[in-house]
């Protein structure tokens, strides 16, 4: 088992930034792959970003690209999603989850992917 605790969501103005940060404990934080996903009211768990064992490897949706980076620290067992340039439609809450799987071996935005999910922090920006 992974358990997985987002934080450092909030409000902020359009154009502002905020850093999110997903503590993993458990098993092997190196041995898994990371991403995050995001989820607005009355829509569907849609992917952002994720990031490969070794943290050299990021993938983007095409929506956040510039503007948002993942990162890790695996000896703190820590992912991040720097979030700059903030829209109103990013307003969502946002997960972190890990999958076993390299990302070189899978679609690393295919949800169904991930085997282990933290429970979520909430992002609202407002215009």
């Known amino acids: 088992q992974v358990q997985l605790v987002e934080s450092g969501g909030g409000l902020v103005q359009a154009g502002g930034s905020l850093r999110l940060s997903c503590a993993a404990s458990g098993r092997t934080f190196s041995n898994y792959a990371m991403g995050w996903f995001r989820q607005a009211p009355g829509k569907e768990r849609e992917f952002v970003a994720a990031i490969s064992r070794s943290g050299v490897i990021p993938y983007y949706a095409d929506s956040v690209k510039g503007r948002f980076t993942i990162s890790r620290d695996n000896a703190k067992n820590t992912v991040y999603l720097h979030m700059n340039s903030l829209k109103p439609e990013d307003t969502a809450v946002y997960y972190c989850?890990?999958?076993?799987?390299?990302?070189?071996?899978?679609?690393?935005?295919?949800?169904?992917?991930?085997?282990?999910w933290g429970q979520g922090t909430q992002v609202t920006v407002s215009s």
């Open positions: 989850a890990a999958t076993p799987y390299a990302l070189a071996t899978m679609t690393p935005n295919e949800i169904k992917q991930y085997d282990y």
